[in-house]
C-alpha cells in the first residue's frame, strides 16, 4: 500500500490515503518532493499522546527505571486473592 502522496496525487485519491493510515501507515504527503504533513490514524495518536503521558509521569519512570534494572518482582494473578 503506497504510503506517501504529493499534494496533486492525495487531491486524487484521498480515500487511499486515509485507507492507509487507518491501516496503522504513517503516510507522508510532499510539496516539491519535501515532506509537508503527516497523517496517522486516531488510534495510532491516541497511543502516541498515552506513552507520552506516562513518560512525563514520575512515578511511572520511576517502576520502568526499576524494571529495567531487573528490581522488580512479578507474581502470577492466580496469587492474588479475589
Known sequence: MKDTYSVRELQRDTAAAV??????????ITRHER?????????????MIETMELLADPKFMAQ???LRAG?????????VED
Open 71 to 79: 528490581k522488580l518482582k512479578f507474581y502470577p494473578l492466580s496469587s
Open 64 to 66: 520502568l527505571k526499576k
Open 19 to 28: 485507507r492507509a493510515a487507518e491501516s496503522g501507515a504513517l503516510v507522508t
Open 35 to 47: 515532506p509537508v504533513v503527516h497523517v496517522i490514524s486516531a488510534e495510532r495518536l491516541g497511543g
